[in-house]
């Protein structure tokens, strides 16, 4: 008995058998005495549609009127799970994120949200009505409405769980936990019953797809305590909190990245501030770079790699084109074939013996190694993508995680 | 120049190419120097099919949650005709029902508009930009969504053009104005340059479905100034103002009612109360009465008949045969395959030959009077169906409207 937010995204409210579905797990959890919070994605391809729709007018539409159009798809299905609740005989009541509280910055597409004012929920909460929130949206300080962009139905449900004080936020999705690896590409993956928040974002940023980053850093912010799990199938999921209880497996799971791009700035003197040179100009582009590796200079020269998505990777070429002169370099290469895998784990800092065991199971494996990334709770490395597969289930095989 | 309200019905808006044209509908207005206002309804089928969405999941969903459903039709349009007008590279915000002000009373389903806090539409107004609000829909007193019902989005417009003291209100739709009668049933009908509110109002309820009433009735009260006129073809259409030039013809249009049904009460005993019994019933059961005629008593007994919608009278009958003993009648018919057929004009009080006239078209015709039903400015026939597209046609003929 307590307070339960629940987040339902956009596949488990696709049709109507779903969103009935959905309705028989909301009054389960509100008849086992809970108060119950309850927030909704866009059914289905809703939110595509809604764009499309835009798409035919007027391709480069202002984000404040895509705002307006792409929050009515989560007051549809909030309107709906609603209506289902009610023919089930529950006291329900459907909120847009306005209606909800949730007041955001003017960031139109991608807005954060300031603040929650929850009178209205907690008072339909102290009326016993199960609450139905419209997730990914707001309002900013100018009354106009607002979307909180990719994973946003995620943040309003930990912000919502946060400033209710909710003793759990339960995010349901259409799979049932967290994994070790990529279930489809790692056959002996298995289910974590227990993660923290600082290993589930680092799985997060990895490409294990099943939290977003910006959900998981406000449930550590304000200590909410999470759990993932499938809203088609009734068994416990994931829980993400701040520790778990030990356990001997010292990595917590596998990942893989293919999205990733090497840039290599290729003979440059060996002389203090070309590092400097390059990250400053990536930065001013608005480039997120990850691993970095400088060679050893030789002869007065030396080599700068570094990773991108491979989305910004030609703009990177580019811009460092521009400046080869400044730099001084003999040319810059791109290779878009590689692939990032990484295993994940707490106990990892207190245990040298974790990079080892992964270098040797690669090894065995016959993988080349490109480049290395190291972090207290990760170890990531830069192999060829037509390899990654291979490493991903031999380095998963060698912890047994 | 002057602030001009524009409302766009759903087939004007119905796809891409729709709203484009709308859009320079609208930016033309602009152009000319005008402060432009805009309503919208929901496109084409959007609202029929959010209702059949809702009735997939429970068909008995509360009316709250309802307009909570359907007030996103109106916000897909707005946001999309906005979209359009940036497109075009003109100033322009979309706003929903609440944030244009609009706060209605709680008869969720059915709101009436009690107030428009007009300061934001102003306020956008002053910035230069083009206003587009999402018709139909406003906020109560406790921050829910409600719907105005059907033809809501005409008064929303209407509604706006007298807060913000408009020169005038056009009302856009499939048809390029109204008509002297129906042009699928009449080929001599033409199209009337001017109409006063009260005839609008006549012919409106006799089943010329060109405004709804409830918007007529507040452009009269407030006198709004009104045009209805065609998205399709750029043309002049029809005003409706309280005072119109005078014209040498006595009538403004024929209009023809098939949704009728005519039931009688048959040999009632002639004694006072008996009438009273009969529509204080069909009151109490919310049952709309038209016209009545009550034959003249004969043997002690009479007969009363009267007209309501064909969807009501099988309720009136039924209501009616519960209290047959108490009225102490004979039998209660019921017969649907009547039509009402009617002449609208303001000069009609005047002349008392009209209905001398329309009577002896109809002689002439060979079509047979059942009930006859006048006000100061209409007179209606009850006749059978099968004879009212002739009738229709001789009346139109007979005052060469």
Chains 1, 2 share one sequence.
């Not at 990250?279 to 200079?297: E, M, P, T």
């Not at 270098?359 to 192999?383: C, D, P, Q, Y």
């Amino acid at each position: 008995m307590g307070i339960i937010v629940q987040k339902f995204g956009g596949s488990s409210v696709a049709n109507a058998q779903r969103v009935r579905n959905v309705a028989s797990i909301i009054t389960d959890t509100y008849k086992a005495g809970n108060e119950v919070v309850v927030v909704v994605s866009a059914q289905g391809d809703t939110t595509d549609d809604l764009i499309e729709k835009a798409g035919e007018i007027n391709p480069k539409a202002s984000k404040r009127e895509m705002d307006m159009l792409l929050s009515t798809g989560e007051l549809i299905s909030a309107s709906l799970v609603a209506m289902a609740i009610e023919g089930m005989g529950f006291p329900v009541v459907s909120l847009s994120g306005w209606q909800a509280g949730f007041v955001t910055d003017s960031n139109h597409g991608n807005a954060r949200i300031r603040r929650i004012d929850k009178e209205r929920v907690q008072n339909e909460l102290d009326k016993h009505n199960i609450v139905i929130v419209a997730g990914f949206q707001g309002l900013n300080r100018y009354d106009d409405i607002t979307t909180l962009g990719r994973g946003g139905s995620d943040t309003s449900a930990v912000a919502l769980a946060a400033v209710l004080g909710a003793d759990l936020c339960q995010i349901y999705t259409d799979v049932d936990g967290v994994y070790t690896a990529d279930p489809r590409l790692v056959k002996t993956a298995r289910k974590l019953d227990e993660i923290t928040y600082d290993e589930m974002l680092e799985l997060a940023s990895l490409g294990a797809q099943v939290l977003h980053n910006r959900s998981v850093e406000m449930a550590k912010k304000y200590n909410v305590k999470l759990e993932v799990l499938s809203s088609l199938e009734r068994k416990s999921g994931t829980e993400v909190k701040e520790v778990i209880k030990v356990e001997k497996m010292l990595i917590r799971g596998v990942a893989r990245d293919n999205d990733v791009a090497r840039v290599s700035v290729v003979s440059v003197p060996d002389v203090p501030g070309i590092a400097f040179k390059i990250f400053s100009l990536l930065a001013a582009r608005k480039i997120n770079v990850d691993i970095i590796l400088q060679s050893i200079g030789r002869h007065g020269t030396k080599d700068i790699s570094f990773t991108v998505s491979r989305s910004n990777s030609d703009i990177a070429v580019q811009a460092l084109e521009e400046i080869k002169d400044v730099l001084g370099c003999e040319q810059i290469t791109c290779d878009k074939t590689v692939s990032k895998v990484s295993v994940v784990g707490s106990g990892m800092v207190a245990n040298p013996g974790v990079a080892a065991k992964m270098f040797e199971a690669l090894s065995e494996a016959n993988i080349n190694i490109h480049m290395i990334s190291t972090s207290e709770i990760k170890i990531s490395v830069l192999i060829d993508e037509e390899d990654s597969l291979k490493a991903l289930n031999a380095v998963h095989d060698a912890f047994q995680v």
